[in-house]
């Protein structure tokens, strides 16, 4: 990073203290003055959030594809994960409505991305997968976003590179820890 305060798209996610930060190595970090957790939990998924916008960006720039809404992307992924999966499995999953998630099943289903079969053992079930057309729609938007990314991280200083593939297993971490406190958060029905 530079020296001096950030300006533009990705930088501005990170501007709360006016300060750059300075890396000349991975244990040499200038940083701005101390902070609340909470504002580098902001901070944090600000800078998350314009990384994911950015990467919707390129996919949408370099494909001829309808845009998807997030969630739709999101569930299309899972289901190519777990072909099988019902709709009540994706909806917990996912943390959404089953009405939302069934929605979202009809409009993917209708644009051939996802196929509803029924279940072997109860034939009232929903069996969800992703189509041929749905998995290779998948494999573009996923090379899409890995050569942008590896093109960016080519980019920064060595130090930077290091520093955003030693925190993987902390941001891991750390959605493990956002996960388990989203199920104790969450009131009794």
Do not use: Y
Not at 96 to 121: E, I
């Amino acid at each position: 990073m530079s020296d001096t305060p950030f300006s533009g798209s990705a930088e501005a996610c990170l501007s709360r203290t006016g300060t750059a930060l300075t890396v000349s190595s991975v244990n040499d970090v200038t940083t701005p003055p101390p902070t609340s957790v909470r504002a580098d939990a902001g901070d944090l998924l600000a800078a998350m959030g314009a990384v994911r916008r950015l990467a919707r960006r390129a996919v949408r720039a370099a494909t001829h594809d309808d845009p998807l809404p997030p969630t739709g992307s999101e569930l299309l992924r899972l289901v190519a994960r777990r072909p099988g999966i019902g709709v009540a499995e994706a909806a917990a999953e996912l943390r959404l409505a089953p009405n939302s998630v069934s929605t979202m099943v009809s409009k993917l289903a209708d644009s051939g991305l996802l196929s509803r079969g029924r279940g072997a053992s109860d034939g009232r079930s929903v069996r969800l997968t992703a189509t041929e057309a749905g998995t290779a729609r998948l494999a573009r938007w996923s090379d899409i976003r890995t050569d942008l990314t590896g093109r960016a991280l080519e980019m920064l200083p060595p130090a930077d590179r290091k520093a955003l593939v030693t925190a993987i297993p902390a941001l891991i971490r750390l959605a493990e820890q956002m996960e388990a406190q989203s199920w104790q958060a969450r009131p009794p029905r």
